[in-house]
């Protein structure tokens, strides 16, 4: 099933959570797929606090709720601690489950240099810019700026992700890539 977000002109097409896909356990009636469609609503309005959810809990006209197709907006804590159960190692799984199916429903296209067909592989550090910010474990990149430096992996020309790794902004590209 798919489900499309819109706030102010920022269109993001995700794949929604399903029962066979993720164990739906909730708190307080919010499920897995609200605390997802939250945090994915509060990304594309570039809040990156989880106290930022506040603000639409007290919206009175609920447009964040409606637009997000959510019943219950979850307060900070509970948006905080149900992101970081659902980040553990079985639920990457699944959701690297989820990417895989995505990538069999979709043809990746190739390159075709000298009638001859490749697909690209690209694995890159991008150092996150996150100067004047106060959150833990912000280091010096080699961008010189203070942030993190996820590595990605991408696959063919449209870019697809393949996975991806938080890493402090400090450590070389190279470390622990083996």
Not at 19 to 29: G, H, I, L, M, Y
Not at 64 to 74: A, D, E, V, W
Request: aromatic share 6%.
């Amino acid at each position: 099933m798919k489900t499309i977000i819109t706030f102010a002109s920022i269109t993001v097409l995700t794949v929604s959570a399903n029962a066979q896909t993720f164990n739906f356990t909730s708190t307080d009636k919010i499920t897995d797929a609200n605390i997802l469609r939250t945090q994915i609503g509060l990304l594309c309005q570039s809040r990156t606090h989880f106290e930022d959810v506040e603000l639409f809990r007290q919206d009175e006209s609920e447009s964040f709720r409606l637009s997000t197709g959510i019943n219950k907006i979850p307060s900070e804590s509970t948006l905080r601690l149900r992101l970081k159960e659902l980040a553990a190692v079985e639920s990457m799984r699944k959701i690297e489950g989820v990417n895989l199916a995505i990538l069999k429903r979709h043809q990746v296209t190739p390159l075709v240099i000298n009638g001859r067909f490749y697909i690209p592989s690209n694995i890159d550090v991008t150092p996150l810019d996150n100067t004047g910010s106060h959150r833990q474990h912000v280091s010096r990149t080699y961008k010189r700026c203070y942030g993190f430096a996820p590595i990605m992996s991408n696959l063919g020309t449209q870019g697809w992700l393949l996975h991806q790794e938080l890493r402090l902004g400090s450590q070389h590209c190279q470390k622990e890539t083996h």
